[in-house]
Protein backbone atom coordinates (compact mmCIF):
# COMPACT_ATOMS: atom_id res chain seq x y z
CA UNK A 1 0.00 0.00 0.00
CA UNK A 2 1.60 3.17 -1.10
CA UNK A 3 1.59 5.88 1.48
CA UNK A 4 3.10 9.40 1.10
CA UNK A 5 3.16 11.78 4.88
CA UNK A 6 2.98 15.50 4.58
CA UNK A 7 4.33 17.06 7.67
CA UNK A 8 6.08 20.57 8.74
CA UNK A 9 2.52 22.80 7.85
CA UNK A 10 1.78 25.30 10.28
CA UNK A 11 0.97 29.25 10.92
CA UNK A 12 3.96 31.23 10.03
CA UNK A 13 4.24 35.15 9.30
CA UNK A 14 4.52 37.07 6.07
CA UNK A 15 7.99 37.03 4.93
CA UNK A 16 8.84 33.54 7.09
CA UNK A 17 10.54 30.00 6.40
CA UNK A 18 8.88 26.58 6.23
CA UNK A 19 9.98 23.20 5.56
CA UNK A 20 7.69 20.72 4.23
CA UNK A 21 8.64 16.87 4.23
CA UNK A 22 6.79 13.83 2.44
CA UNK A 23 7.53 10.63 3.46
CA UNK A 24 6.71 7.81 1.29
CA UNK A 25 6.21 4.31 2.05
CA UNK A 26 5.10 0.91 -0.19
CA UNK A 27 6.53 1.82 -3.66
CA UNK A 28 9.94 2.10 -5.16
CA UNK A 29 10.95 5.91 -3.91
CA UNK A 30 13.65 5.47 -6.26
CA UNK A 31 11.92 5.02 -9.47
CA UNK A 32 9.18 7.95 -9.29
CA UNK A 33 9.35 12.07 -9.58
CA UNK A 34 7.94 13.62 -6.57
CA UNK A 35 5.73 16.76 -6.93
CA UNK A 36 4.42 19.12 -4.39
CA UNK A 37 0.64 20.79 -5.45
CA UNK A 38 -1.13 23.32 -3.45
CA UNK A 39 -4.71 24.03 -3.20
CA UNK A 40 -6.34 26.86 -1.30
CA UNK A 41 -10.49 27.36 -0.43
CA UNK A 42 -12.11 27.66 -3.27
CA UNK A 43 -9.72 27.10 -6.08
CA UNK A 44 -7.80 24.63 -7.87
CA UNK A 45 -5.16 22.41 -7.24
CA UNK A 46 -2.05 24.30 -8.51
CA UNK A 47 1.43 22.94 -9.56
CA UNK A 48 4.05 24.45 -6.92
CA UNK A 49 7.45 22.38 -7.62
CA UNK A 50 8.30 18.44 -9.12
CA UNK A 51 11.76 17.20 -8.68
CA UNK A 52 13.12 14.32 -10.94
CA UNK A 53 13.98 10.53 -9.53
CA UNK A 54 17.64 11.33 -9.14
CA UNK A 55 16.80 14.45 -7.97
CA UNK A 56 18.83 16.60 -10.63
CA UNK A 57 16.38 17.92 -12.06
CA UNK A 58 14.01 20.33 -10.38
CA UNK A 59 10.88 22.63 -12.16
CA UNK A 60 8.91 25.59 -10.68
CA UNK A 61 5.40 27.48 -11.11
CA UNK A 62 6.20 31.36 -11.91
CA UNK A 63 4.86 32.13 -8.48
CA UNK A 64 7.30 29.90 -6.00
CA UNK A 65 10.17 30.02 -8.08
CA UNK A 66 13.24 31.83 -6.18
CA UNK A 67 11.48 31.46 -3.23
CA UNK A 68 10.80 27.85 -3.02
CA UNK A 69 13.38 24.74 -3.23
CA UNK A 70 12.47 21.03 -3.69
CA UNK A 71 15.03 18.45 -2.53
CA UNK A 72 14.50 14.86 -2.14
CA UNK A 73 16.93 12.53 0.26
CA UNK A 74 16.48 8.90 -1.61
CA UNK A 75 17.97 7.50 1.59
CA UNK A 76 15.05 8.30 3.50
CA UNK A 77 12.60 8.29 0.89
CA UNK A 78 11.47 11.64 2.01
CA UNK A 79 11.01 14.67 -0.41
CA UNK A 80 11.09 18.23 1.09
CA UNK A 81 9.98 21.60 0.11
CA UNK A 82 11.65 24.44 1.53
CA UNK A 83 9.89 28.04 1.70
CA UNK A 84 11.31 31.36 2.27
CA UNK A 85 9.74 34.44 1.88
CA UNK A 86 6.34 33.45 2.53
CA UNK A 87 3.24 35.18 1.39
CA UNK A 88 -0.39 35.38 2.33
CA UNK A 89 -1.48 34.15 -0.69
CA UNK A 90 0.66 31.20 0.01
CA UNK A 91 -1.81 30.06 2.33
CA UNK A 92 -3.18 26.50 1.06
CA UNK A 93 -2.91 23.21 1.76
CA UNK A 94 0.00 21.22 0.15
CA UNK A 95 0.21 18.13 -1.19
CA UNK A 96 3.07 16.08 -2.52
CA UNK A 97 2.52 13.28 -5.19
CA UNK A 98 4.38 10.81 -6.97
CA UNK A 99 4.17 9.61 -10.83
CA UNK A 100 6.67 7.40 -13.10
CA UNK A 101 7.35 10.70 -14.71
CA UNK A 102 8.46 14.46 -13.90
CA UNK A 103 5.57 16.36 -14.69
CA UNK A 104 3.93 19.49 -13.96
CA UNK A 105 0.45 18.00 -14.16
CA UNK A 106 -1.82 17.27 -11.63
CA UNK A 107 -3.98 14.74 -13.24
CA UNK A 108 -0.81 12.89 -14.66
CA UNK A 109 0.20 11.81 -11.01
CA UNK A 110 -0.72 8.03 -9.45
CA UNK A 111 -0.09 8.89 -5.86
CA UNK A 112 -1.24 11.77 -3.23
CA UNK A 113 -0.67 12.59 0.73
CA UNK A 114 -3.54 13.43 2.64
CA UNK A 115 -2.24 17.02 2.49
CA UNK A 116 -0.71 19.52 4.92
CA UNK A 117 -1.91 23.29 6.01
CA UNK A 118 0.33 26.42 5.39
CA UNK A 119 -1.48 29.67 6.53
CA UNK A 120 1.04 32.73 6.04
CA UNK A 121 -0.46 35.92 7.77
CA UNK A 122 0.42 39.23 7.03
Known amino acids: QVQLVESGGGLVQAGGSLRLSCAASGLAFTSYAMGWFRQAPGKERQFVAT????????GYSDSVRGRFTISRDNAKNTVYLRMASLKPEDTAVYYC???????????????WGQGTQVTVSS
Open 51 to 58: INQNGGTT
Open 97 to 111: AAHYYYSSAADEYAY
